[in-house]
């Protein structure tokens, strides 16, 4: 079965196409600066080299037609035609406790999905606009609703409760939610692998380390705690997220500097986190090439490496103990410098890094010692993969 995965962000639509379920990859690429006369068509068919076009591209419904058009095309086309593509993955972030699995897009689905807009706006509306443009131009084609948050529907409520007025909390929905679902469930899988052990015998806590961070707790093979809450924002310090902080010195301010409600929404989403400590940039690459010669570099890396430290060592707590602790994303996947600071001094939980297999790492694989206790693995993380995977599934479940 032929699976485009579709994964529509605010000014971007990135895609795969896999042949499921044997997880082999026909073509990949997307397109980026949508909505600009100079938007970026990427594209690769596999065991081909990788083309580029700048284009004009006014929005979503333009995007996926481009996609489609060039995956059809007979000159460079991975499918002979559309109708090839027996269904359609999107990546929607943000379900809250609607969804408890991944679904077939339906009325009631698609209504979830923009119910929730309110409280992603950042990824839902794009999601979104995804999903209706694939209905408008691939008529007839399953469409799949693969969420983010429903990997943290088993969260307890002693854990995803906050101590506001409850009726406050009862009224709005007001609660933690938990993101980054499907790169846990991809990464928590592959890692396992590497133990020769089932995920359901794991105590595990997983550290993606993106453009977006967050730590997850899983035990026995579901998530009981994760750091990022309400929304994207709270927990781990981002790229340019604060993370947690102080309530009160939101408010503070904003009074003191008459900073409203969005514009305030607005810098502790993009202005904060590593970019706002570092006032470098919001890649730790970046902020790791001065770490010896400029004290915000090195106060940024101590500060966030700190922070997920903290979150290790509460975790294992939660799960009364650890056997696997996993990086990726792109500064997990990455950075030496950030799994060392993290790792360091943790041999009391049983966790030692190998510092010359980190230092000289590069893929996936594990970086703790022989001796280490917990095992420590990078993988390299494949949300298409994953969703493809619940694609496939939802399908044939569908047809039987």
Same mark, same amino acid.
């Given at each position: ?56 591209? !006014? ?77 408008? !131009?691939?008529?007839?084609?399953? !469409? ?18 906050? +101590? ?82 102080? +309530?009160? +010195? ?149 047809? !039987?």
């Amino acid at each position: 079965m032929k699976i485009l995965v579709l994964n529509s962000g605010g000014s971007s639509a990135k895609f795969k196409v896999l042949d499921m379920p044997e997880e082999t990859l026909i073509a990949s690429g997307g397109v980026e600066r949508i909505g600009k006369a100079d938007a970026i068509l990427k594209y690769r068919k596999a065991g081909s080299e990788g083309m580029q076009k700048v284009l004009p591209v !006014q929005n979503h419904a333009e995007a996926i037609a481009l996609i489609l058009e060039t995956l059809a095309d007979p000159a460079t086309g991975a499918v002979g035609d559309i109708s090839q593509i027996e269904a359609v993955g999107h990546r929607v972030v943000h379900a809250g406790n609607k969804m408890r699995d991944s679904a077939l897009i339906d009325e009631r689905v698609e209504a979830v999905v923009e119910e929730y807009c309110e409280k992603a706006p950042l990824h839902n509306p794009h999601n979104l606009h995804g999903i209706r443009a694939c209905r408008a !131009q691939m008529k007839g084609t399953p !469409q799949v609703a693969v969420f983010d948050s429903a990997h943290h529907w088993d969260i307890p409520d002693y854990a995803y409760t906050y +101590a506001l007025p409850y009726e406050y909390c009862e009224k709005y929905g007001i609660r933690k939610y938990g993101f980054h679902g499907i790169t846990f469930k991809y990464m928590s899988r592959e890692a396992a692998k590497f133990l020769n052990r089932p995920v359901e015998e794991l105590r595990i806590v997983l550290l993606m380390l993106g453009s977006g961070c967050t730590a997850n707790a899983m035990l026995n093979g579901k998530s009981i705690d994760v750091s990022t809450g309400f929304t994207p924002h709270e927990g781990l310090i981002q790229s340019t997220r604060s993370g947690d902080l102080d +309530a009160a +010195a939101v408010t503070y301010l904003m009074d003191k500097e008459g900073i409203a409600p969005k514009d305030m929404e607005n810098i502790l989403n993009h202005q904060s986190g590593w970019l706002g400590i570092s006032g470098i940039s919001n890649d730790m690459r970046d902020i790791g090439e001065q770490v010896d010669t400029n004290y915000r570099a090195r106060l940024t890396v101590r500060a966030a490496a700190y922070r997920a430290k903290k979150y290790v060592g509460a975790y294992t707590a939660a799960l009364g103990g650890i056997d696997l602790l996993i990086f990726s994303g792109g500064a997990g996947e990455n950075s030496p410098m950030l799994r060392h600071e993290i790792c360091k001094d943790m041999g009391f939980f049983g966790i030692e890094l190998d510092e010359e297999a980190n230092a000289a790492f590069s893929g996936e694989g594990i970086i703790s010692t022989p001796a280490s206790r917990v095992k420590i693995v990078v993988i390299k993380t494949d949300e298409e993969i994953e969703i493809a995977r619940d694609t496939y599934d939802v399908v044939m479940r569908s047809k !039987q």
